[in-house]
């Protein structure tokens, strides 16, 4: 009886490891031009600046979108194929790329042309990154930082 326990014991002790997904993270600011100001904005130049190192660049805006679910053939079965595809939603995204992205405040600046071309609003604002682990803490943490612009200015993207 108490080789059992003992090897219960033991093996509840042991330490197994769980596989990460092969994932990397790029670091920058993604900016989402929101779908009522999308029209609005033909070019869009941003900055941001942390840590005293700044970088800056006009962003390829490229179309946003939002998953649709389009079912599964049988959910009742557990390898049921299921499918879904994208819809655009009228937004329009980009994205700054950064050498490093920290957890330290980051302040980033957006700019640039209206559709008719006279000057946007230059748009402002100071917030920290988002730091979370999606895949659990032995998966290694993911610092995040996204913002959307509209007719009322940035803010931080949830």
């Keep these: 009886m108490a080789t059992i326990t ?16 092969a994932v990397g993270q790029v670091s920058g600011v993604a900016v989402t031009v929101a779908a009522g100001y999308a029209p609005e904005v033909k070019t869009l130049h941003v900055k941001a600046c942390q840590d005293g190192k ?12 939002v998953p649709v ?17 994208a819809k655009p939603d009228g937004t329009r995204r980009g994205m700054l790329n ?4 920290g957890e330290s405040p980051i302040n980033v600046t957006a700019s640039g042309r209206s559709a008719s071309g006279k000057p ?13 682990y999606p895949f659990g803490e032995q998966c290694g943490r993911f610092v995040s930082a996204s913002v959307v612009l509209d007719a009322a200015g940035l803010r931080q993207d949830r």
């Design 6 to 21: 003992t090897t219960a014991l033991l093996s509840g002790c042991h330490a197994f490891e769980t596989a990460c997904p």
């Design 54 to 65: 700044c970088k800056d660049d006009t962003l390829e805006l490229v179309a946003g979108s």
């Design 69 to 85: 679910d389009l079912g599964c053939a049988d959910a009742s079965k557990p390898d049921a194929v299921c499918a879904a595809t």
């Design 98 to 101: 950064l050498d490093r992205l």
């Design 120 to 132: 946007l609003p230059v748009r402002t604002l100071t917030f920290a990154p988002r730091a979370s």
